[in-house]
T-cell receptor, first 113, second 115 residues
Framework: AQTVTQSQPEMSVQEAETVTLSCTYDTSESDYYLFWYKQPPSRQMILVIRQEAYKQQNATENRFSVNFQKAAKSFSLKISDSQLGDAAMYFCALQGGSEKLVFGKGTKLTVNP | DTAVSQTPKYLVTQMGNDKSIKCEQNLGHDTMYWYKQDSKKFLKIMFSYNNKELIINETVPNRFSPKSPDKAHLNLHINSLELGDSAVYFC??????????????FGSGTRLTVV
């Protein structure tokens, strides 16, 4: 079975500052993918970043980057230069092999002006 | 051009009614899904179809019946609606290629409220 744990139900950050959202996971698959999705109040699910487990290099997408620690089964998301538009629910997700995409319970991020 | 579109976006109905939610994707993906997001925002898969064939059927009451007429469409029919069915239902699609898995593309969700 695959599980994803997000231990921070809520986080807040000042505009222009950096924030890190935590995620740990468990899977028996050797080949898997990890994702961060953003859900703003509009409720649209938006893919933020993707990491292939066999790649050691951490994925980056503009102001978003991950810290992927495979041995520790940890996959945190760092948001740099936070903007008001970054305020949303953030979901960590895991897909291993032909398994379904499994989500964590989410972290609500508030950005303070 | 919307990649994954769901209709309706909002649905308010009385207990005991039967309702359907429709989903269409124009991405050419082979696999489509229904997810349920509860009031605590938890997302859980309900069903998955690959090229019109049911491949995932989680523990869901049999009042929920998915139908995939072709690989671009996946509908969800719910019979005898109950208060506990109130949630946001998301349709999604994905494609696995030799290049790997690129995540799911989600529709904008259908907020179902049963009164």
């Amino acid at each position: 079975a695959q599980t994803v744990t997000q231990s921070q139900p809520e986080m807040s950050v000042q505009e222009a500052e950096t924030v890190t959202l935590s995620c740990t996971y468990d899977t028996s698959e050797s080949d898997y993918y990890l994702f961060w999705y953003k859900q703003p109040p509009s409720r649209q699910m938006i893919l933020v970043i993707r990491q292939e487990a066999y790649k050691q290099q951490n994925a980056t997408e503009n102001r978003f980057s991950v810290n992927f620690q495979k041995a520790a089964k940890s996959f945190s998301l760092k948001i740099s230069d936070s903007q008001l538009g970054d305020a949303a629910m953030y979901f960590c997700a895991l897909q291993g092999g032909s398994e379904k995409l499994v989500f964590g319970k989410g972290t609500k991020l508030t950005v303070n002006p | 051009d919307t990649a994954v579109s769901q209709t309706p976006k909002y649905l308010v109905t009385q207990m005991g009614n039967d309702k359907s939610i429709k989903c269409e994707q124009n991405l050419g993906h082979d696999t489509m899904y229904w997810y349920k997001q509860d009031s605590k925002k938890f997302l859980k898969i309900m069903f998955s179809y690959n090229n019109k064939e049911l491949i995932i059927n989680e523990t869901v009451p049999n009042r929920f019946s998915p139908k995939s007429p072709d690989k671009a469409h996946l509908n969800l029919h719910i019979n005898s609606l109950e208060l506990g069915d109130s949630a946001v239902y998301f349709c999604a699609s994905s494609q696995v290629s030799h290049l790997g898995i690129y995540g799911y593309t989600f529709g904008s969700g259908t907020r179902l409220t049963v009164v």
